[in-house]
Nanobody
């Protein structure tokens, strides 16, 4: 599976962005999805995950209520809708996919996208 993230950019605080992650491969619907981010000088952190089977979603406390992960299997695409953006959301965002659901908030993913940069100005 190859993942291509897009949709990043510069936005003012309080604004919104929608990130997309397009996946190649005909079996994408078999994969669970996740979004992570890494700010300059910081470690990569979990943002959101979606269990493909039951459709359950999980979010980091810092984004809960503001971000929404979703997917469109027909388009082989996963989305991250980001609302009420804050300066601390500035980071490179990565999408990821995995076949096995190891845990809800972990980083154990099989495939990673190249990242898309989000900058929130205050």
């Amino acid at each position: 599976v190859q993942l291509q993230a897009s949709g990043g950019g510069l936005v003012q605080a309080g604004g919104s962005l929608r990130l997309s992650c397009a996946a190649s491969g005909r079996t994408f619907s078999s994969y669970h999805s996740g979004w992570f981010r890494q700010a300059t000088g910081k470690e990569r952190e979990f943002v959101a995950a979606l269990n493909r089977g039951v459709g359950t979603t999980y979010y980091a406390d810092s984004v809960k209520g503001r971000f929404t992960i979703s997917r469109d299997n027909a388009k082989n695409t996963v989305y991250l809708q980001m609302n009420s953006l804050k300066a601390e959301d500035t980071a490179v965002y990565y999408c990821a996919a995995r076949r096995v659901w190891y845990n809800n908030y972990g980083h154990e993913y099989d495939y990673w996208g190249q990242g898309t940069e989000v900058t929130v100005s205050s």
